[in-house]
């Protein structure tokens, strides 16, 4: 077996036992789905930015999911704005969808509107991001994401192993999202840990703004810090998308960008050609995340819990991603697909929906 080959099947073992972790939240055992067949459904999947990378990949798994499942999906995009999510979400109510898919929104963006609708008439709501912590809610059947703290410790992990005697650190974050607050309080806390580490700012942007206020940020990033700033951080691959080109114009090529999340195609594109000043993106397992929503709804129809699992994120690097195939993903790889087939129809040959009543 050659290096290269060597390396591809090393780097494909470390992604499957990563983000393969489904125990569910606490140690406890994520339960299989316990529903062989059922009628199909009505589902709406409000995404709260399409320009969000991990929200677009989500709904793709989503997406693929429903299809398997024969389910009528319709879609709704906010655009970033509340005021859009909330009126696409009484869409989704006045049309008698089924099941609602929150795609990385705070569920308190329409608790009030979910509260009025009587209970016998309610849909299944399931989240991506719409909580702090992945598990049930008491609006949500299920929150679908990895853990926060977990994303935020393998960030600081790679700040921490910089090998400069000192580490100045910059965070962006977007404080309208409850996850993204847990992140940036726990990447904080960790930095405080280490005693060459500083934080410098904590930038609160709105993720939908990124590609249009990053680069004047870091322009006033320079002047006040100058070379005590070594490091960016931040909650999203979106901040990154506009990193590199004007701190190379700052002169400031040496500074280091590490995302806590998602795991975007771009960002792993220009990770993987080393060109770019992102070391790393934590990645979320977003397709399998698709998977999984459809099937928290699916349990929630048939009068289940929920499934309890929760994956894990990976720190995608350079070195681990020249071992995948181009323009594989973090999650390309994984059997998931085969598992939930298994699961819902008896079968894990593509394609087995059942003949529907």
């Not at 969000?52 to 429903?66: K, L, T």
């Not at 322009?219 to 006040?224: G, P, S």
Request: with cysteine; hydrophobic share 40%; charged share 25%.
């Amino acid at each position: 077996m050659n290096v290269r080959r060597r390396a591809g099947l090393s780097c494909l073992a470390v992604l499957i036992a990563a983000v393969l972790s489904l125990a569910g939240a606490g140690g406890a055992q994520a339960t299989p789905s316990p529903v062989k067949e059922e009628r199909a459904r009505r589902v709406t999947f409000i995404a709260q930015d399409f320009r969000n990378g991990g929200i677009a990949a989500v709904f793709r798994g989503f997406e693929e999911a429903c299809r398997e499942l024969g389910w009528t999906l319709s879609v709704s995009n906010g655009g970033g704005e509340r005021a859009r999510v909330r009126a696409h979400f009484e869409q989704a109510l006045a049309g008698s969808a089924e099941g609602i898919v929150l795609g990385g929104f705070n569920e308190t963006d329409i608790a009030d509107l979910a509260s009025k609708v009587p209970r016998d008439e309610k849909p299944v709501l399931v989240g991506w991001h719409a909580a702090a912590r992945p598990g049930p809610t008491a609006l949500l059947h299920a929150n679908v994401t990895t853990e926060p703290t977990a994303v935020a410790d393998k960030a600081v992990e790679l700040v921490v192993q910089s090998t400069r005697p000192r580490v100045g650190v910059v965070i962006f974050s977007d404080s309208r999202f409850e996850i993204a607050n847990v992140k940036t309080r726990r990447m904080a806390e960790m930095l405080q840990r280490c005693a060459r580490c500083e934080v410098l700012s904590i930038e609160d942007m709105p993720i939908s703004d990124a590609t249009r206020d990053v680069p004047a940020a870091l322009t006033r990033l320079q002047r006040r810090f100058g070379a005590r700033w070594t490091h960016v951080l931040a909650i999203n691959d979106v901040y990154m998308d506009s990193l590199s080109f004007p701190l190379r114009g700052m002169g400031r090529e040496d500074i280091v960008g590490i995302a806590a999340g998602d795991g975007s195609r771009t960002a792993l594109s220009r990770i993987r050609s080393g060109r770019s000043m992102q070391l790393a993106t934590i990645a979320e397992p977003t397709g399998l995340h698709g998977w999984q929503m459809a099937d928290e709804l699916r349990r929630a129809f048939a009068g289940h819990g929920p499934s309890g699992r929760v994956a894990q994120p990976v720190a995608v690097t350079k070195a681990l991603l020249q071992g995948l195939p181009p323009q594989a993903s973090v999650d390309d790889s994984l059997a998931y697909r085969e598992t939930y087939r298994l699961e819902w129809f008896g079968t894990s040959a593509g394609d087995p929906r059942p003949p529907r009543r």
